[in-house]
């Protein structure tokens, strides 16, 4: 990690402001704090996601699987941010209206997908 300078304090003479640097570390990397951030955030969409659906909210249909199976394999694969969105796709019911295309080879029920996030959710640091 490089160091960052930064202006000395107004107390140096106004010749010596610009002249004198101070080193500055910065304690997390920016690209720390938005895994940390897109992590915590997938983490609570599929939260959110699995809740209503387990309550009945959402019907459990075929574009809430497949965002919902999406949402954990990209959580799985360390895809955070891809992982929120679809996720939250779970939550858009007016979206989830139009015509399913495709089939599913083996239909997991909620249960499933609810023991693999919990399993997933305990490996992934």
């Known amino acids: 990690m490089t160091p960052v300078t930064l202006l000395t304090p107004a107390s140096a003479t106004p010749g010596q402001e610009l002249s ?3 080193r500055h570390l910065a304690k997390m990397p920016a690209r720390d704090s938005d895994r940390i951030f897109w992590r915590t955030h997938a983490k609570r ?3 959110r996601g699995l809740i209503a659906l387990e ?3 959402i019907a459990f249909g075929d574009w809430e699987r497949l965002h919902l199976s999406a949402a954990i394999d ?3 694969n360390g895809h955070f941010e891809s992982s929120a969105e679809y996720a939250q796709r779970i939550m858009n019911p007016e979206g989830n209206r ?3 295309a495709g089939r599913f080879s083996q239909d997991k029920s909620l249960a499933s997908f609810r023991t693999e996030y919990e399993q997933l959710n305990r490996q992934v640091p």
């Open 20 to 22: 004198r640097r101070v």
């Open 45 to 47: 969409n599929i939260l």
């Open 55 to 57: 309550s009945g909210r």
């Open 74 to 76: 990209q959580f799985r």
């Open 98 to 100: 139009q015509p399913f």
